[in-house]
């Protein structure tokens, strides 16, 4: 793998960084009043405004040029045919195939894309059957609680989609509760608020034998067992897991088993069965809009050129401020309410993704991988961390999110 430190654009860069140190941004607009309308990208509903970063056009031509030396443009196009780009554990990194449409195939992928319609279908019976109340429990009563049992991305990603989608809640959504600590008092204050009569448990869980998923499950399914007999289980019951024989076990009937895949990550997983609460609690068809969001932004990464690429321009202008500004974290803050976990699952995405110190070939690498993500929701922070932010001694690279329109009518709290 080429060293990216060798090359003159990574210099380049170094250069760029000592010419803005000590720049005023309000500096950077009084030299260019195009600024603000150059420095933006849209693509669909969303708008990255990244002109009020140091930096310039130099430093964003030096940033296309490492990307070129680097590789990117093949590995992403090996990322999409489902190429093994996962090297340590042998596996392709597919996910985009989760929100695909069949004119987007390459052809080695139809047999996965063919298991992703067949789950597609099962997530759309099972919420359809929920939502309509033809889905009773072990005594007749219709489900109207789900309890979604995972951790990590199986939790944080529908967690965190849930609660952004919440303005869009109708009459038919049942109660979604989230479970992931192992604390016991996280699952005792949920199944406090819960009927078991009338309560559906969805486990995710790759292996069936993930420590905290299970320990949650065991206690919820003991709390079942207070309520039904053993041979009604298959009623409250439904398995996101590649160990089918655990989860029949388990006590989860064949037809309520959907399928994780070896080349989806946890943390890319909510687009696939692990975002079964989602299509219940919205419906198919909500669920189904979520797909075609990400799609359409897959798309954009796939298709756009740098600069005019929004994923490739918040990658660069993170690698320009961690490896050549010093900046050791970056803060996300959220000017939206229901936005509020997107920080906390981004963390996930980037920290876990990005939490290296080799390269694919399993060389030590000499930049700094990522940093660490952090953040919380707006007004809130400004009276609390946005002191040290605006005024200690580190410098922080920010991501401020905001909804152009707003889920409510009050003018002058937006």
């Known amino acids: 793998m080429t060293d990216i430190t060798q090359t003159p654009y990574w210099q380049s860069l170094s250069e760029d960084a000592a010419r803005m140190a000590g720049t005023r941004m309000t500096s950077l607009f009084e030299a260019d009043s195009g600024r603000s309308s150059r420095y933006r990208i849209e693509s669909g509903p969303i708008m990255l405004d990244y002109s009020k970063n140091l930096l310039d ?45 069949p004119d987007d195939l390459d052809p080695e992928n139809s047999a996965n894309f063919t298991a992703v319609t067949s789950t597609l279908r099962q997530m759309e019976r099972i919420s359809s059957a929920v939502r309509s109340g033809e889905w009773k429990g072990a005594s007749g009563k219709p489900v109207r609680t789900v309890i979604h049992l995972g951790i990590g991305g199986s939790y944080l990603g529908p967690h965190m989609v849930d609660e952004a989608l919440s303005p869009y809640r109708d009459s038919n959504s049942p109660e979604c509760h989230y479970v992931a600590n192992v604390d016991g008092i996280h699952i005792d204050q949920v199944l406090r608020q819960c009927d078991p009569a009338s309560t559906l448990i969805i486990v995710v869980s790759k292996s069936f034998t993930t420590l905290e998923t299970r320990l949650n499950a065991n206690a919820a399914r003991s709390w079942l067992l207070n309520a039904i007999d ?40 909510v687009w696939s ?42 990658a660069g202008i993170g690698v320009f401020y961690h490896n050549f ?27 876990e993704s990005n939490g290296k110190s080799v390269d694919v070939s399993g060389d030590p690498v000499a930049w700094q991988t990522g940093p660490v993500i952090w953040g919380g929701e707006g007004t809130n922070g400004q009276h609390a961390f946005h002191q040290l932010l605006h005024q200690g001694t580190r410098l922080t690279s920010l991501d401020f999110i905001q909804p152009i329109n707003p889920h409510h009518d009050r003018d002058e709290q937006h």
């Not at 989860?247 to 989806?264: F, H, K, R, S």
Request: overall charge negative.
């Open 57 to 101: 056009d130099t430093t964003l031509a030096n940033l296309g040029k490492l990307f070129e030396a680097s590789g990117l443009n093949a590995r992403r196009e090996a990322m999409f045919r489902g190429e093994q780009v996962n090297n340590t554990e042998e596996r392709a990194a597919l996910h985009t195939l989760l929100r695909a449409r």
């Open 273 to 314: 069965a692990v975002g079964l609460p989602l299509a219940i609690r919205y419906g198919f068809e909500a669920f189904s809009e979520l797909l075609s969001g990400a799609r359409a932004m897959d798309q954009h990464f796939r298709t756009a050129a740098f600069p005019d690429n929004l994923p490739m321009m918040l």
């Open 230 to 269: 053993e041979g009604d289980l298959h009623h409250h019951l439904v398995g996101v897991t590649s160990n089918i024989e655990a989860a029949l076990t388990y006590g989860i009937a064949e037809e309520n088993l959907l399928p994780m895949w070896d080349w989806v990550g946890g943390r890319y997983s």
């Open 325 to 351: 500004m010093d900046c050791a974290s970056h803060a996300v803050l959220t000017y939206d309410h229901t936005l509020r976990l997107l920080p906390d699952h981004l963390q996930q995405l980037d920290m």
